[in-house]
């Protein structure tokens, strides 16, 4: 299964496995520029960054640090030129991923990502049509 969109695409693991792999800004990559919107993801999936020779990605435990650029409380994940970096998302909360070079936090190579404990609920097709029951 595959949902491209702008920040990130969805690609199921395994057949009855309810883990994710998520490729962060979709076919652009983790790239400056790349319009990454924040997200949501089930504890359990995997986020995968791909990017070129000259970022690197870096954890950060706070939103507004995130998105102010503030690496002061930040973890280097992976340093340059070791692309590409699957991160499992195994706690519950809210974190930051941003790139330390030069300027390209600033131009937008940054995420903030909500870490759910369980799946949103599921619909059924009854939902969607109006229908008072599943």
């Not at 369980?118 to 009854?126: D, L």
Request: net charge negative; proline share 6%.
């Amino acid at each position: 299964m595959r949902l491209a969109t702008k920040t990130a695409t969805l690609l199921a693991l395994a057949a009855g496995a309810h883990a994710a792999l998520i490729t962060v800004g979709g076919d652009s990559g983790w790239t400056p520029g790349a319009s990454i919107a924040n997200f949501s993801v089930n504890m359990g999936d995997t986020l995968l960054f791909n990017y070129g020779p000259f970022d690197d990605v870096w954890l950060i435990p706070d939103a507004n640090a995130t998105m102010s650029c503030d690496f002061s409380h930040a973890l280097l994940l992976a340093d340059r030129n070791a692309s590409p970096l699957a991160f499992n998302a195994t706690f519950p909360g809210t974190v930051g991923f941003a790139s330390s070079a030069p300027d390209h936090c600033l131009e937008g190579q940054r995420v903030v990502i909500t870490v759910r404990t369980t799946a949103p609920p599921q619909r059924c097709a009854a939902h969607f049509l109006a229908m008072d029951s599943c």
